[in-house]
């Protein structure tokens, strides 16, 4: 079969795919039975998102600017962001060591279980889509996601 869409196009719809089940695990934290639980906006639930996935590159702590950088937000709304899962425990500010003035943001053992919740049912929802694609689908897949990381 020959394909004649472009293959940025056929990335973007992968793309946007992803980032659609990626929101639907957030949502999914947002019901009202899990909100009760966690008490969480959407926004919240993405911050801890972004900033679970800054600290596999940054494990020492996330900047403000950065994080604001990444959420696409001032840093000011940022900052309250930050101070409001702080609040409920999910997140924590500590000393930057190269810069006196500036604070590093992690996640708390409770931000990290959050997180561990919310992707559980991203992977969840991705192993179910998998189940409609052959071994060979699979192998295909996983040889094109390795050629297009290098």
Same mark, same amino acid.
């Given at each position: 079969? #020959?394909?004649? &869409?472009?293959?940025?196009?056929?990335?973007?719809?992968? +793309?946007?795919?992803?980032?659609? *089940?990626?929101?639907?695990? #957030?949502?999914?934290?947002?019901?009202? $039975?899990?909100?009760?639980?966690?008490?969480?906006?959407?926004?919240?639930?993405?911050?801890?998102?972004? %900033?679970? /996935?800054? %600290? &596999?590159? &940054?494990?020492?702590?996330?900047?403000?600017?950065? +994080?604001?950088?990444?959420?696409?937000?001032?840093?000011?709304?940022?900052?309250?962001?930050?101070?409001?899962?702080?609040?409920?425990?999910?997140?924590?500010?500590?000393?930057?060591?190269?810069?006196?003035?500036?604070?590093? #943001?992690? +996640?708390? $053992?409770?931000?990290?279980?959050?997180?561990?919740?919310?992707?559980?049912?991203?992977?969840?929802?991705?192993?179910?889509?998998?189940?409609? /694609?052959?071994?060979?689908?699979?192998?295909? +897949?996983?040889?094109?996601?390795? *050629?297009?990381?290098?």
């Amino acid at each position: 079969m #020959i394909c004649t &869409e472009s293959p940025h196009n056929t990335f973007r719809k992968l +793309l946007e795919i992803l980032d659609e *089940l990626r929101r639907d695990s #957030i949502r999914t934290i947002n019901s009202p $039975e899990m909100k009760k639980m966690y008490g969480l906006t959407v926004r919240q639930g993405s911050a801890i998102s972004q %900033l679970k /996935l800054m %600290l &596999e590159e &940054e494990p020492d702590g996330v900047s403000l600017k950065s +994080l604001a950088k990444r959420m696409q937000m001032t840093i000011p709304a940022t900052s309250l962001l930050v101070e409001t899962m702080v609040g409920k425990g999910y997140m924590e500010r500590k000393p930057n060591p190269t810069d006196r003035r500036a604070v590093c #943001i992690t +996640l708390t $053992e409770n931000g990290l279980s959050l997180f561990a919740n919310v992707y559980a049912q991203f992977h969840n929802e991705l192993d179910r889509r998998a189940k409609a /694609l052959t071994a060979e689908d699979l192998k295909t +897949l996983s040889r094109i996601v390795t *050629l297009m990381g290098k």
